[in-house]
C-alpha cells in the first residue's frame, strides 16, 4: 500500500494488452507493416491487401505462406508467443518479426481474425479476438496461406480514432509501407487496394537480383528514377552494399524517395540518411534530395534490430565505418558517372524550351519566343520586309565567305567557338553543341583542386602583403577562432584582432586574388550553420566550396580562345564537372537532333 492508501494491483491482462499495442499500433499503415511481415517471413509468394476506409473499418492481408494449424494460431495470439527464435538468441535474427507481440496488439485494439491453411493440411482453421477476447479455433475455408483480418480499428480505445488522420492520408501511408517493403523483395507480387481503388499492384520479378531490384525501384519510385539510376556496390569488413542512387538529373524536394534496408528490414537511420546527405552535398542544391534504394547486408552481430517495437530503427556496432562505406560508394558512382551527370540536363533544357508561336506573318518560317522584347519585334518585322535584290549584304554577312570551321577533335565537350554575355562559352562538338556556364564550372573545378590539396596534406598558402583586417560579432570570431586550425589546412591563415575583428594573413594559393572580406564573411555563415560536434575538415565540402565560389572565374570576365578550351578541357578530366558544387549545372548539351527538333526538321 502506498502512502495515500492506494492499493497497488496489477493490471488485468486485457488492458496490459491495450498499453502495449500504443507503441506497435499507432494507426493503420503500422498493422499494415506488422501483418505483411508476418507474410513475408512465412514464405509467401504473392500478397494482397485489402483496406476499408484507409483501414478504420477493415485492414485484410492474405498470403500463400506456409500456413498454420490449430495450435499455432492459439500460440500466435498470445503476447510474446513466435516461431521466429529458436534458440532464443537476439543476434542473429534472419526474420522480420520476432518480438511476438504484432498479433495480440492488434487483437487488443480490434477485432482480429486469422484462417490459415497449411499447405499438406485437409481444411483451414479461423479464430477470432475481440478487444482480447479468444473465440475458436474453428474450421473454416481457405486455399493453403494465411488471411488476417483486423475489423474497426480501435474500437476499445476509441480515444485514439481521435488521431487518425483521413481515410486518405492513412491509406496513402499503407501505401507507403507497403511499397517499402515490396523494394527489399522483388520476387514476390504485392497487391493494395482500398474500398475497391487499386492503389499498388507490383508483380513479382524473377530477373537477377540488379536488374529486378531496378525494375521493382522503377515501379516504386518512378521511370524518371530508372532512367537515372546509377549501380552501387561495395563491399568492407563484411559488409556489402548494393542497390541503386540516381544521378543528379534526377532530384526531389523532399527525402521521400529514398530507401534503406538492412539485411532486408526497412528502416529510417540517421547513419545512413546522413551518409546519403553527406555524399550528394557539393552535387545537388540545398534542399534537394537524391532517389536511393540501398541495401546493406550486415553480419548480425555487427547490428542491433531490437531497438524499438516498430522495428524501424537499428544501431550499428561500427555507424563510422558504415556511414564512411556509403559515401564513398555514392561518390565513387557519381565520379565514374562522369559526363552522364551533366549531360541530363539537356532534356530538361529542351523541356524548359518556351512553346513556340508563329512567326510575325503567316509566310515567315521561324519561330520566336512567345514574349519578344520590342527591340527584337522591330529587328524580326525589318528583317521580315520584302528584300531588295539591288541591296548588298553587309560585310560581316557576306554568303560567299566559307565559315571558319577548325576540327572539333574527340573531345567530349567540343572546341570553343564563342563567349556570350562574358559569361557562357559556345563549344563546338562532333555531334552537337554545348553551351557551359563558365563560373559555375570553373567553381567546380576550383572546389576539386582544392579538396585534392588537402588530401595531399594541405593547401598551399600565399601571404597577404598587407594583412587584412575583417570586422565581425563576437559570436563570428568565436566560431572561426574555434575552426583557424582546420582553417590553415584549408589556407586561410585568421588570427584574432581585438574583440570584434580577424586578421587574414594567408589566403589559400589555388583561389588566386581574392576578396578576404566577403570569403571571412561567407566562411563565418557556413562554420555558424553547419554548427555541432563534427570536426570542420569533416565539413571539407561545405567548407571548401564556399572557398571555391570566391577563387573562381566570375561571370563577366571575357576569356580569350585558349581559356576557354583550357577550361573545357580541365572539365573533361574533373569528377562531378556536370555541376558546380552547389547543384547547378555546368553545361548544357544538344545534340543535331536535339537542334533539329527545335526547328522541326525533325
Known sequence: ?????????????????????????????????????????????????????????????????????????????????????????????????????????????????????????????????????????????????????????????????????????????????????????????????????????????????????????????????????????????????????????????????????????????????????????????RGRFPGLALFLDVPPEAVDVNVHPAKTEVRFREPGMVRGMVISALKHALAAAGFATGATTSEAALGAWRAPTPGLSAGYGGYRPQHPSAGLAESAAHFQQPLDQNAAFPPTARMDEPSIDEPVGDYPLGAARAQLHSAYIVAQTSSGIVLVDQHAAHERLVYERLKAACAAGGVNRQMLLIPEVVELDQVAVAALLEEAAALAELGLVLEAFGPGALLVRETPALLGEVDAQALVRDLADEVQSAGGAEPLLERLDHVAATMACHGSVRAGRTLNQAEMDALLREMEVTPNAGRCNHGRPTYIELDLADIERLFHRR
Open 1 to 285: 500500500m502506498s502512502k495515500d492508501g492506494v492499493v497497488l494491483r496489477r493490471l488485468p491482462s486485457g488492458l496490459v494488452n491495450r498499453i502495449a499495442a500504443g507503441e506497435v499500433v499507432e494507426r493503420p499503415a503500422a498493422v499494415v507493416k506488422e501483418l505483411v511481415e508476418n507474410a513475408l517471413d512465412a514464405g509467401a509468394t504473392r500478397i494482397d491487401v485489402t483496406l476499408g476506409e484507409g483501414g478504420r473499418t477493415l485492414v485484410s492481408v492474405a498470403d500463400n505462406g506456409i500456413g498454420m494449424g490449430p495450435d499455432e494460431l492459439t500460440l500466435a495470439i498470445e503476447r510474446h508467443a513466435t516461431s521466429k527464435l529458436p534458440d532464443d538468441d537476439l543476434v542473429h535474427i534472419e526474420t522480420l518479426g520476432f518480438r511476438g507481440e504484432a498479433l495480440p496488439s492488434i487483437g487488443a485494439v480490434a477485432r482480429l481474425t486469422l484462417t490459415s491453411r497449411q499447405r499438406d493440411a485437409d481444411a483451414a482453421w479461423r479464430i477470432r479476438v475481440d478487444a482480447g477476447a479468444v473465440t475458436g479455433p474453428e474450421p473454416a475455408s481457405r486455399a493453403p496461406g494465411t488471411t488476417a483480418e483486423a475489423r474497426d480499428l480501435f474500437f476499445a480505445t476509441p480515444a485514439r480514432l481521435k488521431f487518425l488522420r483521413s481515410a486518405r492520408s492513412e491509406s496513402q501511408a499503407s501505401a507507403d509501407i507497403l511499397r517499402r517493403l515490396a523494394l527489399a523483395r522483388a520476387e514476390i507480387a504485392f497487391r493494395l487496394e482500398d474500398s475497391g481503388r487499386q492503389m499498388v499492384n507490383l508483380p513479382a520479378d524473377n530477373g537477377d537480383l540488379f536488374s529486378a531490384r531496378l525494375n521493382r525501384a522503377t515501379a516504386v519510385i518512378g521511370r524518371e528514377f530508372g532512367a537515372h539510376a546509377l549501380s552501387i556496390e561495395a563491399e568492407r569488413e563484411g559488409i556489402r552494399l548494393t542497390g541503386h542512387a540516381s544521378a543528379p538529373g534526377y532530384d526531389r524536394g523532399n527525402g521521400l524517395a529514398q530507401y534503406f534496408f538492412v539485411n532486408g528490414r526497412p528502416v529510417r537511420d540517421p547513419v545512413l540518411l546522413g551518409a546519403a546527405r553527406a555524399a550528394y552535398a557539393d552535387i545537388l542544391p
